[in-house]
């Protein structure tokens, strides 16, 4: 079923699972949760390394901005800050870039991450206050190439000694990985150059 997936155009777990195997001479599963050495190593390390490889870099399909929600008052009185405002962290945050007013990316606040009675809180002095943060996205058909490319390789090292006993392969993924995080922000810094380059082209136009 997977590989019918798959070759329809769809991403699995199984399938990214099958890219790292590949990547080791490993074989492929029918399933991650099989009960072979092969399926078992591949999901004790697959939710670290997905989560290790959307720490390192802003990737567009796991990019979040929402408004923050504040806690209750009787929360709030109990914390222990220097800052005035508080508001529950967002629910599958893995990263935390920014707080921000209105969701303005040019009004950046200082803020603090507490807990106050078990619940993870975000302080600041910003009322309204917007998030901007990387969510820990599960579903592979998100994912983009980069992303891909990144995470099997990355998993392929984690699993490479275990699977095959020879630390040589371990090093050269992970060396495939950092190549792939690298051309991740090569991609992003052009992207970025050209947004700025034609917003201040249309500015100009405007301005006649």
Same mark, same amino acid.
């Given at each position: 079923? %997977?590989?019918?997936?798959? $070759?329809?155009?769809?991403?699995?777990?199984?399938?990214?699972?099958?890219?790292?195997? =590949?990547?080791?001479?490993?074989?492929?599963? =029918?399933?991650?949760?099989?009960?072979?050495?092969?399926?078992?190593?591949?999901?004790?390390?697959?939710?670290?390394?997905? @989560?290790?490889?959307?720490?390192?870099?802003?990737?567009?399909? %796991?990019?979040?901005?929402?408004?923050?929600?504040?806690?209750?008052?009787?929360?709030?009185?109990?914390?222990?800050?220097?800052?005035?405002? &508080?508001?529950?962290?967002?629910?599958?945050?893995?990263?935390?870039?920014? #707080?921000?007013?209105?969701?303005?990316?040019?009004? $950046? %606040?200082?803020?603090?991450?507490? #807990?106050?009675?078990?619940?993870?809180?975000?302080?600041?002095?910003?009322?309204? /206050?917007? #998030?901007?943060?990387?969510?820990?996205?599960?579903?592979?058909?998100?994912?983009?190439?980069?992303?891909?490319?990144?995470?099997?390789?990355?998993? /392929? =090292?984690?699993? /490479?000694?275990?699977?095959?006993?020879?630390?040589?392969?371990? @090093? %050269?993924?992970?060396?495939? &990985?950092?190549?792939? #995080?690298?051309?991740?922000?090569?991609?992003?810094?052009?992207?970025?150059?050209?947004?700025?380059?034609?917003?201040?082209?249309?500015?100009?136009?405007?301005?006649?």
């Amino acid at each position: 079923m %997977a590989d019918e997936v798959n $070759r329809n155009g769809h991403q699995t777990e199984t399938g990214l699972c099958n890219m790292a195997l =590949s990547y080791l001479g490993k074989g492929h599963i =029918s399933n991650i949760d099989e009960v072979n050495q092969n399926a078992r190593t591949c999901k004790l390390f697959y939710d670290i390394t997905r @989560q290790e490889v959307l720490r390192t870099f802003p990737w567009n399909f %796991a990019h979040r901005i929402e408004r923050l929600n504040e806690v209750s008052d009787t929360d709030k009185r109990q914390a222990v800050s220097k800052f005035s405002e &508080y508001y529950i962290y967002p629910n599958k945050c893995i990263n935390l870039i920014a #707080v921000t007013t209105q969701g303005d990316d040019t009004q $950046r %606040a200082e803020f603090d991450v507490l #807990v106050i009675n078990g619940i993870k809180v975000i302080a600041t002095d910003v009322s309204n /206050a917007y #998030v901007e943060y990387i969510y820990d996205e599960i579903n592979p058909n998100m994912y983009d190439s980069l992303f891909i490319t990144a995470f099997t390789h990355l998993l /392929a =090292s984690k699993i /490479a000694v275990q699977l095959t006993g020879m630390p040589p392969l371990e @090093q %050269a993924q992970l060396q495939a &990985y950092m190549q792939a #995080v690298q051309l991740a922000h090569l991609h992003d810094s052009r992207e970025r150059r050209f947004n700025t380059n034609w917003k201040g082209s249309y500015l100009q136009a405007r301005r006649g």
